[in-house]
């Protein structure tokens, strides 16, 4: 649950990002990429790496798509430095990039785990995760 919220903050910023891109908003912009990496997506990445893939894996054995989501992981960090730039091409290239990955953990990952995984599996994983990520008040 707590990873989930954390995704809607940052769906959030990717329609603002969309609906509110111009040269005069490009500066706020960047740095609302640069605030959000620190305060939430840095520990939200690192949480689903150290807790969450690993559960996945011992629970589920190898399965691409966590390789694939750590692989965007290292994608977003780099995005998000072209972010600060403030240069438009870079926020919108940034905010497609988060979109689309969280998309692809709420739609595949977060489905076909709460399919596979046992409840209690599921339960202590979210105790963990509970425990472990950063709660902001945006």
Not at 44 to 52: A, C, P
Not at 86 to 102: E, K, N, R, V, Y
Not at 117 to 130: K, P, V, Y
Request: glycine share 4%.
């Amino acid at each position: 649950m707590p990873l989930s919220h954390q995704h809607q903050h940052a769906l959030a910023l990717c329609v603002i990002i969309e609906r509110t891109l111009s040269p005069e908003t490009a500066v706020d912009l960047g740095r609302r990429v640069e605030n959000m990496y620190e305060l939430e997506l840095r520990n939200h990445f690192e949480v689903e790496e150290r807790i969450l893939f690993p559960a996945i894996l011992s629970g589920l054995g190898p399965t691409p798509l966590v390789d694939e989501l750590v692989a965007e992981h290292r994608k977003l960090e780099a995005l998000v430095e072209g972010a600060k730039t403030a240069q438009p091409a870079a926020l919108l290239a940034f905010a497609a990039a988060l979109s689309g990955h969280i998309r692809r953990e709420e739609r595949e990952l977060f489905e076909d785990i709460q399919k596979r995984l046992t409840a209690e599996t599921l339960a202590q994983l979210g105790r963990s995760i509970d425990a472990e990520v950063a709660r902001v008040c945006l």
